[in-house]
């Protein structure tokens, strides 16, 4: 790796501890002899650098398996991330709050899950919420240290100060949810849209691993979607792009519950699938599951119909221009559900767009994290200032 011109050392040095740790975080234990291949870097600065972040309590080395050898013939240690450093990633759902504690290295610890009453998506309270799950879990015995609170909503958050400047489906409009979590804690909290923190999930941990360009769309009662553009989140200038269950689609209707006629919302999502098949609203996963089922088993359905929405959700959703169509569509939740039941049709309709990209150049797949994915991108959110700066671990702990 050559020196980058104008970089100082001490800048070249955090940059190169940086990059080891997001590399044992984001792979797994990896050896002393691959970290000097990947990073380009020699041996005696990789065995400096990670003895600096076992200092810093980020990493361990151990004994390679098998007797893993550097180039040199030496033993070559593996470089383990500690996962004693750990986050709380929450979810705040439209049904469910779920709270995890992840350690570095990506591995889920302890879970809780709480349903939603209704009436009980008012602000304080779900802050309330929260707090005393994100404590119950940190709470779990064990030495560790709190590297942050990473929270995943479904609504447009400011990139600047984590403001939720709109979540329609929890009738949240400019409320400081991250301000107000974050005093309630003691600890650092950041905020991000649910869908964004999907596709960042699927890109390091899942469907879209190896893949640059990327959208991730999940239906649930909402709809959301989530951009990889050249390995880099869409989020806009302000952090408000990917609002794709509000395009509108139907300019006569019906009435989006963020006040617009005919978005994708009214369209696409679990309930309007259970209400297409006459049943009660609410039912989730199962509920779809069930009507996917009597589908395939020759009952009448909406699901032959539904083809149309993930299809057309994904072709709407995806960047127009030929700079920005994705090399892969992670599709989750109910979408992930009827494209599993419908892919031939979904592919039928699909080789008849009349996009520029050939169907066959775009990869469709389900979510390979599934209902973990929000909570997978909350942790890395998490982790971020930690891993862009392992030094601030000493100040976080």
């Not at 602000?123 to 994100?134: E, G, P, T």
């Not at 649910?194 to 893949?211: K, Q, S, T």
Request: hydrophobic residues 40%; charged residues 20%; contains cysteine.
């Amino acid at each position: 790796m050559p020196t980058p011109t104008g970089v100082g050392s001490e800048e070249l040095r955090r940059g190169n501890l940086r990059a080891i740790l997001q590399t044992v975080h984001r792979h797994g234990p990896t050896t002393r002899a691959e970290l000097t291949k990947q990073l380009g870097l020699n041996r005696s600065t990789i065995g400096a650098l990670t003895a600096e972040l076992q200092s810093l309590g980020l990493v361990s080395e151990e004994a390679a398996a098998g007797g893993g050898r550097s180039g040199s013939g030496r033993p070559s240690h593996l470089v383990v991330p500690r996962a004693d450093n750990v986050v709380a990633a929450v979810e705040v759902g439209v049904d469910r709050i779920a709270v995890a504690m992840v350690g570095l290295g990506g591995e889920i610890m302890e879970r809780r899950t709480r349903t939603h009453q209704r009436g009980e998506h008012d602000v304080d309270h779900v802050v309330d919420v929260v707090a005393q799950m994100v404590e119950d879990v940190l709470a779990v015995p064990g030495d560790r240290r709190c590297q942050g609170i990473g929270v995943s909503v479904p609504g447009a958050v400011r990139t600047t100060d984590g403001m939720v400047r709109f979540a329609p489906n929890l009738g949240w409009v400019e409320e400081p949810f991250t301000a107000l979590l974050g005093k309630r804690l003691g600890r650092p909290v950041s905020t991000g849209n649910d869908a964004n923190l999907g596709v960042l999930a699927e890109h390091l941990r899942g469907a879209a691993v190896g893949f640059s360009d990327a959208v991730y769309l999940s239906a649930s009662v909402g709809i959301g979607g989530g951009f990889l553009v050249g390995g880099r989140p869409l989020t806009g200038a302000t952090g408000y792009a990917g609002e794709v269950g509000h395009l509108q689609v139907d300019s006569v209707g019906p009435v989006c519950r963020c006040g617009a006629v005919g978005c994708w919302e009214t369209k696409v999502g679990e309930n309007v699938l259970l209400r297409a098949a006459g049943r009660l609203s609410g039912g989730g996963p199962p509920a779809v599951a069930e009507v996917i089922a009597a589908a395939a088993a020759g009952r009448p359905g909406p699901v032959r119909r539904w083809p149309r929405s993930p299809t057309g959700a994904v072709w709407a959703s995806a960047p127009s221009s030929t700079s920005s169509i994705p090399e892969v569509v992670v599709l989750g939740g109910c979408l992930a559900q009827v494209w599993r039941a419908c892919e031939d049709r979904v592919n039928d309709a699909m080789s008849r767009s009349t996009m520029m990209t050939p169907r066959e150049d775009v990869l469709i797949r389900s979510a390979r994290l599934e209902d973990d994915a929000q909570l997978v991108g909350a942790a890395e959110l998490a982790f971020a200032p930690v891993l862009d700066d392992p030094q601030t671990a000493l100040v976080t702990a």
